[in-house]
């Protein structure tokens, strides 16, 4: 949990970058590299995604990644097995994302245990109601675990309230409604939410769901603690899949837009094109 709040205090000059990959896609070994490049690119925190069969929170472009990983064999345990691998190489954060029925598949307290062992150091399960988490948090805690909690645009300022009181490692602040994906505009209120979340913890708060570009992460980072790319990435896997592209260009792809994105993410004080509406 420590490498968490230390990866949003690294940089004075920029907020933290999160970029999201699945493990497996298109191979367990593939997305190792992957991983490995975004965090050579400068990644703050890594969301290590578990594919599921019913994503509910994710859009088609993660969908597909997830429907990539499945049919190349991925099994659940793997994603314990890439944050293991790549523990020893990084002192980034590391967060894994999945969903409640593959951990209650799993087993609550396995997984936890062992997603302390691999090292991991936060949770994320978009599905989980906060009015059902807090026996989740409590395995969560017990391993140094950070469970982090998501605020939507639809939620109350009491409910908003309840959610960051209790909230470890960071806040996820989901940018629009529907599931991940790419968005041409970002929505004017999100400035307003992130400063209600703010109001009711001292833990970061970090933006997700729908950045896109590197316009849109550095106005972003002009309100909020870390910027969350997760579909624009994982688009890019999948465009070199379909081309037939081999690693060094796949690599290339992903380093490259990571690279883009931390660049916007420095740029402070520089004009942006306007992407809220």
């Given at each position: ?98 969903y409640v029925n593959p951990v209650v598949q ?41 469970l982090i909690p998501l605020v939507a645009p ?124």
């Open positions: 949990m420590e490498r968490i709040e230390r990866a949003f205090r690294r940089h004075a000059d920029r907020a933290a970058f999160i970029p999201f990959l699945n493990t497996g896609d298109p191979s367990f070994d593939r997305s190792l590299e992957l991983f490995r490049a975004v965090l050579r690119a400068g990644a703050d925190i890594l969301e290590i995604g578990a594919p599921y069969s019913d994503p509910l929170a994710d859009g088609p472009v993660i969908q597909a990644s997830a429907l990539r990983s499945l049919q190349a064999g991925f099994r659940l345990p793997q994603v314990f097995e890439a944050a293991s691998a790549l523990r020893p190489e990084t002192d980034a954060g590391l967060v894994l994302f999945t799993y087993g609550l307290e396995r997984f936890f245990s062992d997603a302390r062992t691999a090292g991991a150091d936060g949770v994320i399960i978009p599905d989980l109601p906060f009015e059902e988490s807090d026996p989740v948090r409590a395995v969560a805690d017990q391993n140094g675990i950070a639809t939620s109350g300022e009491d409910r908003i309230a309840e959610i960051c009181r209790q909230a470890r490692g960071f806040v996820y602040c989901v940018s629009s409604l529907g599931v991940t994906g790419e968005r041409a505009r970002m929505s004017a209120r999100l400035q307003a939410l992130v400063q209600t979340a703010r109001r009711y913890t001292e833990v970061p708060v970090a933006v997700g769901f729908g950045v896109s570009r590197p316009e849109q992460a550095h106005e972003i980072a002009g309100f909020a603690d870390g910027v969350i790319v997760g579909s624009a990435i994982v688009r890019r896997v999948g465009e070199a899949v379909a081309a037939g592209r081999g690693d060094e260009e796949l690599l290339e792809s992903v380093s490259g837009f990571a690279g883009a994105l931390i660049e916007a993410l420095h740029r402070t004080g520089a004009a942006a094109t306007p992407t809220l509406q």
